[in-house]
């Protein structure tokens, strides 16, 4: 196990107080101190790692000038704010990252006071800080709002609706662009610094007003015009046109791994500036750790590693991820038809894209973090003939609803929405648990929604989808490793509607959707070594529901139990809806749905939140003997 790292700066500080005590000068050591801290902290937990790396001076610099927890900081998406739990009162518990009853690893307003706003998914920060600070107009106050936005989150249409809003409001809010996706050269990181201290001083300040009363004596049309020129004239040296013509004053770019650039600029901002600005500061992922600024992409998100070579270290596993899966079988069948193409918002490597795109780049599309484009992109090349597979996280896909259903489902176009990440997802917690998805798709008219029971069926329903042209498509599968299935060269296409049976019983019937069936087939074991003999089958299809299967099953058995990794209102309500109106619900039938519980999760190991919620094999026996009215405990096939 490594040793703690060193850190006799970092051992003074708890709380943002204790650091704005120290003299600027001991700053730049205690950000080695704070980054060996962070990097020792993810090792032994996993997490995000690349991100916070590359915003310990930032962070220290506006804890440092900013009067937090009274003055707001509000970190988009979350990921980077590591450094800021350290530096916030949780550094005693900042091993426990993404554990059962630990620290998230994104901010949460019930975890500190100094999380002002929650957050995982992106764009939102400066919403959410444009509200805060209109709020603390109305009330009279006159504390700082900032918004720590990353450049990637700037490709969402949601964060210039802010910043239009906050240009016509002429709000005092501060957005901090945090670019790391570049690199500034020391000459001009140096010009960049002079030019940014300039423009946020009060000298400047002053004369730029004083310029603007002056040409108001010019008439409406030749201040307008003087004055766009001027900003245009500034923009074009320090590239803030755009963020100006927003109502945003623009400063920088600067470095925003220099301390003394950072800490005289936030002074000037915070002390001089009246409307929205926004300060374009530069930085870079994985900053001050060798392996994680070679590879930014493979230290985004790790696994426990080891300080001294990188080396992360990684599950055994005998069977390929679900993502995997997706990816080499969509790969296949784009061999087959040139018309497949493949559409990521901003997360090739997460969806597997990243192979289909080495495979097909003219066929890849990664159109930002804009899942509303997305969507309808894929059904204006829909239109045209091809056959778009829109692959997003179940929790992302959330954000595109309106363009699912008004440009989508309306308008019958086949859409094919792989949805990964469906369920649990453990450490990354209630935030991107793809709880939803088959509730909100299932309601669509015209909308087929299938679910993954193994790695193999995912291949047929990859081919289904492809083969499928008759309106919008969607299957789910769930984060992580299949469960070590034998694999067909290429997937089958699936009779549309249809489910299957596994295992024939007369008692109990076990009905499954997604990746619960292992359970369930596990749970039947033990129900029949308890003398009820038990059926198991797979829907496959939430929507069009197999009627037949369905029907059967609820006539010839006593219990029916529904399985499902997905919230109330899903494949459950679709059965329990066909029941109750062919009034198979009334001849003394015990159904029972199992489902996600009807709250937010927070973060643990998955096979303990399967256990909790009842939807492991034991939870399902239980579920038997309850519908039965039996107290007998068996002991289940798999603790």
Not at 181 to 203: E, N
Request: proline share 5%; net charge negative.
């Amino acid at each position: 196990m490594n040793k703690l790292p060193q850190t006799p700066l970092l051992d003074k500080v708890r709380i943002p107080a204790d650091l704005r005590a120290l003299p600027e000068s001991e700053l730049p050591q205690f950000a080695e101190e704070l980054r060996a801290e962070l990097i020792d902290a993810v090792s032994r937990t996993g997490g995000h790692l690349g991100a916070g790396l590359g915003v310990v001076e930032l962070t220290i610099a506006l804890h440092y000038v900013f009067n937090t927890p009274d003055d707001r900081l509000i970190w988009d998406v979350g990921h980077q704010a590591y450094p800021h739990k350290i530096l916030t009162g949780r550094r005693d518990r900042i091993r426990t990252l993404r554990m059962e009853g630990g620290l998230s690893g994104f901010t949460k307003r019930t975890e500190s006071e100094y999380d002002p706003f929650g957050a995982a998914h992106s764009s939102t920060s400066i919403s959410a800080g444009l509200g805060m600070a209109v709020a603390r107009d109305l009330k009279g106050g006159r504390n700082n709002v900032i918004a720590v936005i990353g450049d990637g989150a700037m490709s969402a249409g949601m964060a210039y609706e802010a910043m239009n809003n906050a240009g016509a409001l002429n709000a005092r809010l501060i957005v901090i662009l945090n670019d790391n996706d570049m690199s500034i050269a020391p000459p001009s990181g140096a010009m960049s610094a002079y030019l940014a201290r300039l423009a946020s001083g009060r000298t400047y300040m002053e004369f730029r007003e004083l310029g603007k009363k002056l040409t108001s004596y010019l008439g409406e049309k030749v201040d307008r015009a003087v004055t766009r020129a001027v900003e245009h004239a500034r923009g074009y040296v320090t590239g803030g046109t755009m963020f100006e013509e927003l109502g945003f004053y623009h400063i920088g770019p600067i470095d925003g791994h220099n301390l003394e650039h950072l800490v005289p600029v936030l002074k000037n901002v915070r002390d001089n500036c009246e409307g929205p600005v926004l300060i374009h500061v530069v930085t870079k992922k994985g900053k001050g750790y060798a392996p994680a600024e070679a590879a930014s992409d493979k230290y985004h998100g790790v696994n426990k590693f080891d300080v001294i070579t990188g080396a992360q270290a990684k599950a055994p596993s005998n069977a390929p991820s679900y993502t995997k899966v997706f990816a080499e079988s969509l790969i296949q069948e784009a061999r087959e038809d040139d018309r497949i193409v493949a559409i990521t918002a901003a997360m090739p490597s997460g969806t597997g894209l990243d192979l289909f795109g080495e495979a097909f780049p003219s066929r890849t599309f990664d159109v930002g973090i804009a899942e509303q484009h997305a969507v309808t992109f894929a059904g204006g090349l829909a239109t045209e003939g091809l056959k778009p597979f829109v692959a997003i996280y179940s929790t992302f896909l959330q954000r595109a609803y309106d363009q699912v259903v008004h440009d989508i489902a309306i308008q019958k176009l086949p859409v094919r929405f792989p949805i990964d990440r469906a369920g649990f997802v453990g450490a990354d917690g209630p935030t991107h648990c793809g709880a939803f998805d088959t509730t909100y798709l299932a309601s669509l008219p015209g909308f087929v929604v299938m679910a993954a029971a193994d790695e193999a069926e995912l291949r047929h329903m990859v081919r289904t989808a492809a083969a499928y042209d008759e309106g919008p498509i969607a299957f789910r599968y769930p984060r992580g490793n299949g469960i070590g299935v034998e694999m067909p060269e290429r997937g089958s296409i699936l009779e549309i509607g249809k489910g299957r049976i596994l295992r024939e019983g007369t008692k109990v019937a076990l009905l499954s959707f997604g990746t619960r069936l292992a359970d369930c087939l596990l749970a039947a074991e033990e129900l029949n070594a308890a003398g009820l003999s038990t059926t198991v089958a797979d829907a496959r299809f939430a929507k069009p529901l197999d009627e037949d299967l369905v029907r059967r099953l609820a006539s010839e058995h006593e219990v029916l139990i529904t399985v499902e990794e997905n919230a109330i209102g899903g494949f459950a309500a679709q059965v329990l809806h066909f029941l109750a109106h062919q009034g198979l619900l009334e001849n003394g039938l015990k159904a029972r749905p199992l489902v996600l519980p009807d709250s937010f999760v927070d973060h643990a190991k998955p096979e303990k939140m399967y256990v909790d919620a009842g939807l492991d094999n034991a939870g399902i026996v239980r579920a038997v003997f309850a519908a039965l009215g039996r107290s007998e405990t068996v002991r289940p096939a798999r603790a």
